[in-house]
């Protein structure tokens, strides 16, 4: 795979005060205002519109609602990564967002790899046209996530993923412990459907320790910094043990 730019964590990146880069507990309350700032940003905006009508023209079985794409783009304008892999893009609805977070924070050298395993599906049909062939920053990838690993035709290092392929409980933990090893520190694993059964809470739970005294986060030993659930989508900041 092609080496891609050197991907750097949001609140060290944007900190002014070098103190402040290891607090990372008071540097996640920013987290959620911003997230909330560009979700809110979005969903008022001319795109949503349109990407809404596409979508009900189109057909919106199975495809993401809006709230749950406000939030995608929020967390993607916040992490500003320069690799995202999606397993479900279907026909596009999710990354149509992604792509427009992409572009509204100029990442012109970014990738989305999306899997799609049905030959059926029109994949990336909704996506608009300009955001499709911006700098070739939509990469489309037929066939099953499994057979894509087995063959090492996705990126090794990664610094968001988006799952939304099947949401069976075994394969949605599957694609979790997957793709979590693949993230660089500070790197997203995002879930669309967390409501459909437990694997998401419990593959949180896995990441997590406390201190058995206070019953506290151990942050030492918990490897990631934060977590959340908004509407149906579920994310976990991946931490890399120092």
């Not at 999306?114 to 070739?136: F, N, Q, V, Y």
């Not at 412990?177 to 997203?188: I, K, N």
Request: proline share 4%.
């Amino acid at each position: 795979m092609k080496k891609m730019p050197a991907f750097s964590l949001p609140w060290r990146r944007r900190s002014k005060n070098p103190s402040q880069m290891e607090s990372s507990a008071t540097q996640f309350y920013a987290t959620w205002d911003a997230v909330a700032r560009f979700a809110q940003e979005i969903r008022a905006s001319d795109f949503m519109a349109e990407m809404i009508r596409r979508r009900d023209a189109y057909g919106s079985e199975g495809v993401m609602g809006a709230l749950d794409c406000a939030t995608l783009y929020g967390l993607t304008r916040w992490l500003r990564p320069a690799v995202v892999v999606e397993s479900g893009g279907f026909i596009g609805m999710s990354s149509a967002f992604i792509l427009k977070a992409l572009a509204d924070e100029e990442l012109t050298k970014a990738k989305l790899y999306s899997i799609e395993w049905s030959e059926e599906c029109e994949h990336g049909a909704l996506i608009p046209e300009e955001l499709r062939s911006a700098s070739g920053g939509f990469v489309p990838m037929r066939g099953k996530v499994e057979d894509l690993l087995k063959r090492d035709q996705l990126p090794r290092c990664i610094d968001m993923f988006l799952h939304d392929s099947s949401h069976s409980y075994r394969h949605m933990l599957w694609e979790f412990r997957q793709f979590w090893p693949r993230l660089r520190d500070g790197g997203l694993l995002v879930s669309h459907d967390v409501q459909m059964n437990a694997a998401f809470p419990e593959f949180v739970a896995k990441t997590y320790a406390h201190d058995k005294k206070t019953g506290r986060r151990d942050a030492k030993r918990t490897s990631h910094y934060e977590w959340g659930r908004w509407g149906y989508i579920g994310f976990a900041i991946k931490k890399v043990s120092r």
